[in-house]
């Protein structure tokens, strides 16, 4: 069954330092792997998405995530944080069935 | 463009009241679906629809029923609500069956 994990579900980073946030998968089936970021009392937006080719991907605001099929992992990273990043980040999984299975979020902090 | 749509925003019940909840997109996706959002739960898919008519049962089902009566339109029941279906609710949308998802901005139901 698919599964992904997200470690960590609160983390505190001070502002200009490096973002890493932790997603691991489960899959049979090589999965295509987003990341969603959630502001406050709205929606979620894609921030970023692996599907195939190139392992590491590019997203918006600055943000990349880099997928390691031998690790089981697509962990988000940010070279240098910024206030407008506090938020919750959502890592989500699909094998084309479609269902998509997210992690249980985390929420970043930024300190100023 | 609208994107996704949800109404109504904000709605407290008592329990076994019915209500629904409508979803609109403008984008032409085939893919539509529901889900709940609950504190350190992440996002569980309630029922999905893979195109107008079709609709089936996600990962929580149980309580809610949906309709697909149009391509744009996706609408999910409660029949007779009950606390334990306190929640956020979201709607997504999706060009494919790997595609991006596309969220509305979320209902939060309460019910006493």
């Known amino acids: 069954a698919q599964s992904v994990t997200q470690l960590g579900s609160h983390v505190s980073v001070s502002e200009g330092a490096l973002v890493l946030l932790r997603c691991n998968y489960s899959?049979?089936?090589?999965?295509?792997l987003f990341w969603y970021v959630q502001y406050p009392n709205q929606g979620l937006q894609l921030l970023l998405k692996?599907?195939?080719?190139?392992?590491l991907v590019k997203g918006i605001n600055g943000f990349e995530a880099e997928f390691k099929k031998s690790e089981t992992s697509f962990h988000l990273t940010k070279p240098s944080a910024h206030m407008s990043d506090a938020a919750e980040y959502f890592c989500?999984?699909?094998?084309?069935?479609?269902?998509?299975?997210f992690g249980t979020g985390t929420r970043l902090k930024v300190l100023a | 463009n609208a994107g996704v749509t949800q109404t109504p925003k904000f709605r407290v019940l008592k329990t076994g009241q019915s209500m629904t909840l409508l979803c609109a997109q403008d984008?032409?996706?085939?893919?539509m679906y529901w889900y709940r959002q609950d504190p350190g739960m992440g996002l569980r898919l309630i029922h999905y629809?893979?195109?107008?008519?079709?609709?089936a049962k996600g990962e929580v089902p149980d309580g809610y029923n949906v309709s697909r009566l149009k391509k744009q339109n996706f609408l999910l029941g409660l029949e007779s609500a009950a606390p334990s279906q306190t929640s956020v609710y979201f709607c997504?949308?999706?060009?494919?069956?790997?595609?991006?998802?596309?969220f509305g901005p979320g209902t939060r139901l309460t019910v006493l």
């Open positions: 997504a949308s999706s060009y494919s069956d790997r595609g991006t998802q596309y």
């Open positions: 899959s049979s089936v090589p999965p295509y």
């Open positions: 692996y599907t195939t080719g190139a392992t």
């Open positions: 989500a999984a699909t094998s084309g069935t479609y269902k998509y299975i």
């Open positions: 984008m032409n996706h085939e893919y």
């Open positions: 629809s893979v195109g107008e008519g079709t609709t």
